[in-house]
């Protein structure tokens, strides 16, 4: 092994408290673009009278210029400085105060966690363990100090300094610096510190909290994107308000800052009072961002923002708790979304994204439990297991409890921890004695990894009128049954939800939600008169694999029928699914393909059903994908699922065209509002445009090419080309070119050209990557540039997984160039090869021996060590 950096896995079961807490931290920075100083002042105090601890503080990539401890200056024999801590080995058994001074380079900072530039002016990402890049400290979420911050830099570069809580004190200095110093009133971990300077614009505004306090709103921006702030601000205030109404939780401080910033690895960060965002998840205008943009932008300033209560004001006592904020917090994001546009398309949108890469988290060598048991780097634990399934999780509590119970579990929750650091266990018994019940066995889905499985079936019994439901869960040897709700109607034959009762003196409903707790259980419903068709696992009622074989007349009639939003979709896509795996047998048997009717003319009724809201039609409408498709095979029949979806999307397109041209003409003259009516009739426009230019005749390409000039907004623009790029003709590189001269110098919308060619399905998408690389504009330092091509690719299922290896090849180069600057982003990246065991032979070899390459590379960093050598095992 040539590895170098510490690889030990640190574990759960292994937390100890800390040795010493820090109750405040004064801090100094001086920042030049040669080095930066940042002097600090803590004062420190061990944990239990009478202690003999060392003292161990992180720090990485620090030069330590001085040491005093309780104002006397420290010489070398004093204390230890190696690589990762600052070791005194000697201090007394009550508190004192500490100062140091190092120097730091953020200009040279490509890794983005610390202090970095971005765009010349300076900004932070301390979670999870950044902060020890900025000074030495005991870098542990379980240590909660008040922070003050003096931040003094040029005047004219850095007109603006920021950080946590309010501005106390500013001034001049007469050699062209100036200086401001900030007080967080709130004691918080380091992971929340931030600084931000530079130049930047501020989009101000106000929000007056229920109780009558007003708060300033401050989105910083770069100058040149001071009109594209505005959306961002009122999300804010929703989400402010919304987090009072429906949690009854107020904001804090007299100040909410958020900064935007263009180099960012991950969404965005909760500081306590500076939020820093990916400028993606701020900037936008109806002509440079999509609708789902705009979505995104709502929820992730939401999400920041919820944050402040859930992982700020109450935060994790260690990064295995992580799910503990992520989770909950995802989980409170996604209900302000479903309160703000549509209950049901968000759910079905929450349900794509959790099994197309949460259960296939779960099928690969890096699957972990919501909380895991260990790490080797905490970084590669920002996953959907943790935040996805993790909003899972908390959604069975409000599931099982109901949302009045769930409200004061919540309740307790900050009524017991508020400026506490805690765990899981802890939100779990603050939602088990607020409703008094027992959620022992909840436990299961903290520390089991996996997705469940649970097969279903029903027997009617005409005579005695009942309908017997039978769920058994499928649990693996060594582990434990989960505690699993599963939210059930049956249909009637017109359709309608029949009434259903439990037990005699129950009362009925119409969705029952059973909990099953046990390996086998049978749920028996009275009164049933006809025999039923069931719905299961309404909303998706729990993160599971549901099992129950059902017809296609079942499918269709449950697509037509079902009044449950989320499970009429559901029916279709098994529809779609079965009737692709199907012709995927014919296509290996050298068959000739033909649709299934009864699936077309499913998809027919769905086109003219009008009463149909535009989005949830879209989401009906759109098959599943490549990638999800192939999770549910034993082997990844690339090139058959490929031929095969593109066969049915094309017959689609060809049997219907009438209807789909129909719903393009309704839909294409509403003028652009961000109001949800016109985002639904653009959905389902645009999803019309795709099948209509499957045809790729001059009259769609003129259709698409008439959009893409004349649209006002980015929508419409962006989809229009993503047609073009699927096409042979002119007009596609036309299209191209002219979108580049149009945003070349918008980074934001420059990311979507190189994203939209990356997802093109014909044959010489990897030549263009490839060119692409090449591009003037293209660079691997920018991490959404590096996402907009290397990780769009990477999904792109057919492309990427070509039977000759050369996009392996290639990928396996660039996670080597990033692992030299920025690990998170290589190690993100170098994931994709996780699910090498689930291919063909041919694949599994090449995508392994490029597997094995990266692992043989002198200088890996511990983020990609991690995922390669699981991914190995
Ligand atoms: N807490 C942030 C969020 O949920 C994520 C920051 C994680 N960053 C990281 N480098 N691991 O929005
Ligand atoms: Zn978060």
Redesign the pocket.
Known sequence: MIYQENTQAIYRKDYQQPDFFIDSVDLHFSLDEDVTLVHSRMTIRPRTENQKKPLILNGELLVLKSLKFNGHVLNATQYHVDKTHLTLPNVPAEAFELESIVEIKPQENTAL?GLYQSSGNYCT?C??E?FRRITYFLDRPDVMARYTTTIVADKSRYPVLLSNGNRVEYGELNDGRHWVKWADPFPKPSYLFALVAGNLYCHGGKFTTRSGREVRLEIWVEPQNHDQCEHALQSLQKAMRWDEERFGLEYDLDIYMIVAVGDF??????NKGLNVFNAKFVLCRPDTATDDDYEGIEA?IA??YF?NWT?NRVTCRDWFQLTL??GL?VFRDQQFTEDMTSAAVKRIQDVRILRSAQFAEDQSPMAHPIRPESYIE??NF?TVTV?NKGAEVIRLYQTLLGKDGFRRGMDLYFQRHDGQAVTCDDFRAAMADANQVDLTQFERWYDQAGTPVVEASGVYDATAKTYALTLRQQVPEHLQAWHIPVAVGLLGKEGQDLSLQLEETAPAKTTQVLELRELEQTFTFKNISELPIPSLLRHFSAPIKLNFSCQRQELAFLMAHDSDPFNRWEAGQQFAQQVIFDLLADWQAGKTLQLDALFSEAVLKILQDDKLDGSIKSLMLTLPTENFLGQQQAEVAVDGLFAVRQFVLKQLAEVHYAEWLAIYRANHQMPYSNSATAIACRRLKNTALHYICRLDTPETVNLAEKQFKQSDNMTDQQSALMCLVNTFSEERGQAIEYFYQQWRHNPLVLDKWFSVQATSYLPDTFDNVKALLQHQDFTLKNPNRARSLIAVFSQNQAQFHRADGLAYQLHADIVLQLNATNP?IASRFVSVFNHWRRFDANRQALMQAQLNRIIQHPNLSKDVYEVVSKSLN
Do not use: S
């Open positions: 966690t990402q979670e999870a950044g690895n991950m969404g965005a960060m909760e992730v999400h920041e944050h992982g904020k992520e917090t905490m970084n920002y935040y998170q």
